[in-house]
């Protein structure tokens, strides 16, 4: 299937879907949103798509939103965060799939919230990171206020949001922001063999393995034990539990299957 904003692949279990306005910085507007959901969609309910990569077309990640479409837009901001941000940070962090994001280029505003709300971030050297958002009277918004004071800590979530000074990979990775910064021509090599190795793992396991650590940003030790107790059963329950243990027995590699 073809969509106007986005590319769309799939090899060796793993989806890559790269945003596709290079001319725009693959800024947001309507089309794009439309299509990311799509194609999410898509990822959601194909078992034989086990990992996903995001990245942008061109010289840039995601410049964020279009500003173009909005300044007198009928329904204004809460309408576009209600419709189209909010609903797409709760389908990335709740897919039962790992998703990688493969940054490219600058990722600001709600490009950096989408990047960050992807499970692990790869980024090329020369990429940047900004919170641009008070640079046209704005709060950070698509999940950034949620997502930076976790990763970064208070201090540096304020100095990146109240200032708006460009990030770059190197310092993003040694401040945790980021899993990893490599070589601007190893980007999309690094995050395919990456996603490969997860979309060759026990699917079920890296899906209740992430919801576990995200329910733990809001939990207390009990409810979290409770919880770990409760995934642990539906994941022993699972047919590449048994063929771990088996290959951990017979001192093979596992082949897993997903199920």
Known sequence: MAWETVLFTLAEGVATLTLNRPDKLNALNDQLHLDIADALGKVETNPAIRALIIT?????????????????????????????????VHRLRGLKKPVIAAVNGPAAGAGMSLALACDIVIAAHSATFIQAFTRIALIPDAGSTFFLPRLIGTARAKGLTLLAEPLGATQAEAWGLIWKAVPDDELMTEAT??????????????????????ASLESDLDSQLALERDFQQAASNSQDFREGVTAFLEKRPARFIGE
């Open 56 to 88: 942008g077309a061109g010289r840039g990640f995601c410049s964020g939103a279009d500003l173009s479409e909005r300044l007198g837009r009928q329904g204004g901001t809460n309408e576009a965060l209600d419709r189209h941000y909010h609903p797409r």
């Open 193 to 214: 063999a990456l996603a490969r190795k997860l979309a060759r793992g026990p699917t079920l396991a890296l899906g209740l393995t992430k919801a576990a650590i995200d």
